[in-house]
């Protein structure tokens, strides 16, 4: 089976900055579409940002300017540098291969 493995989140105060990293195994990684989405309780699952196998990268207005995604194909991972980090941002955090493919996530939660 296709394996994504994130860490790296946790508890964080306001303004300060969380590394995320996903580990992929058991597929073809680098022709993939790869993101982060997030889920905060009792909201829809969102996009946070995108990476192709073009190294194109796009973002959600929210994190615009405090997030950056990237991809080490070699490493079969895909990484979200957070800075800046907000109370709003806590949230399950998920990556994914395309959309079809998901880890369990992970959890970063942004105190104030």
């Known amino acids: 089976q296709v394996q994504l493995v994130e860490s790296g989140g946790g508890l964080v105060q306001a303004g300060g900055s969380l590394r995320l990293s996903c580990a992929a195994s058991?597929?073809?990684?680098?022709?993939?579409?790869l993101g982060w989405y997030r889920q905060a309780p009792g909201k829809q699952r969102e996009l946070v940002a995108t990476?192709?196998?073009?190294?194109?990268?796009n973002y959600a207005d929210s994190v615009k300017g405090r997030f950056t995604i990237s991809r080490d194909n070699a490493k079969k991972t895909v990484s979200l540098q957070m800075n800046s980090l907000k109370p709003e941002d806590t949230a399950v955090y998920y990556c994914?291969?395309?959309?079809?493919?998901w880890g369990k996530g992970t959890l970063v939660t942004v105190s104030s």
């Open positions: 058991r597929i073809i990684f680098s022709i993939n579409t």
């Open positions: 994914t291969i395309d959309m079809n493919y």
């Open positions: 990476i192709t196998s073009g190294y194109n990268r």
